[in-house]
């Protein structure tokens, strides 16, 4: 696939409409439609269904145009980071962050980061491990910060922190007065859960595999569980560097009897210097951590 079948495919899922399409990419609509027929063959499932004068995005081209707005993003990104180094030069800082720590502990590192680097422009771009890591191989990062090492050839994988899970609950449940909470505690419990290929959610599940709590909400990341817990829509299990970075009163945090442990990497690539901007960036985000831990 080449960039101008993307570009076609993304102008006609913000337009909805060939001809509206062949306007805003200023070609004609025979063009983008051959672009969108040839991306069709190259991806092998139909992008697009007709009704009436309309285009209806088929399931599979949701899901494909998420990773393109992504991709897309990050060329904006590339751009952004072209004009600082016209600015600035070269002192720019690239990380990439999974949310968690992006959303708990990035503005407090930032912070830190701050007082001996006050002008540096920071770009903070927040995926995935996975993706965070596939960013660090490539160099799009300089340091990347993630909850599950990845198995990418030239990366190297600091630990910088490990926090025991803990429950949460809202402050009015039943639950929030036990000292300790055992698996048979979440028994018919409406549960907030990471999604299924998480390998915290993993082992979460270990951790639980006596209890009968109810699935009921999945989501990927722990500040939306945290606020939907203060909301009353279930209890769940978290890093309580999250519970303790948003500093929620109406939840309560209580100790699991069983060890569910979340971890924190720095990663770096072999294949590209890890510049002193970056050391001190993963100096002030495990500072961070162990304030939040104390």
């Known amino acids: 696939m080449n960039f101008k079948q993307i570009e076609a495919f993304r102008a006609v899922m913000t337009t ?19 672009w969108i027929s040839m991306l069709e063959k190259k991806v092998g499932f139909v992008l697009f269904q007709r009704s009436g004068t309309r285009l209806i995005p088929t399931a599979e081209a949701e899901a494909f145009h998420a990773d393109v707005e992504r991709a897309f993003l990050g060329l904006e990104s590339l751009g952004e980071s072209a004009e600082s180094i016209r600015r600035r030069g070269t002192g720019l800082l690239r990380v990439g962050v999974v949310g968690s720590i992006a959303q708990c502990v990035m503005p407090d590192a930032i912070e830190l980061l701050r007082r001996t680097a006050p ?34 050839p030239g990366l190297r994988f600091e630990r910088i922190h490990t926090a025991h899970g803990v429950g949460i609950v809202p402050s009015s449940h039943r639950l929030a007065d036990r000292r ?48 939907m817990v203060g909301k009353g829509l279930g209890v769940s299990i978290v890093n309580p560097m999250v519970s303790r970075a948003l500093r929620m009163p ?21 294949h590209f210097p890890t510049g002193a901007l970056a050391r001190r960036m993963a100096e002030c985000v495990r500072r961070t951590f162990e ?4």
């Open 119 to 152: 002008d540096v422009p920071i770009v903070v771009n927040m995926e995935r491990s996975h993706v965070v890591a596939k960013w660090t191989a490539t160099g799009y990062c300089d340091i990347g910060f993630v909850s599950v090492p990845s198995e990418l």
């Open 291 to 294: 304030g939040l831990a104390a």
């Open 16 to 34: 909805r409409s060939m001809t509206a399409a062949a306007g805003l990419m200023h070609t004609s609509q025979p063009n983008v439609s051959r």
């Open 180 to 227: 300790l909470l055992r698996p048979s505690d979440f028994d018919g419990e409406a549960f907030i859960s990471l999604p299924a290929e998480s390998i915290n959610r993993a082992e979460i599940d270990r951790s639980l595999r006596d209890s009968s709590r109810v699935l009921s909400i999945e989501t990927p990341y722990a500040t939306t569980i945290c606020t």
């Open 250 to 270: 109406e939840l309560r945090e209580i100790p699991l009897s069983r060890k569910v442990e979340f971890h924190s990497y720095a990663v770096t690539s072999d």
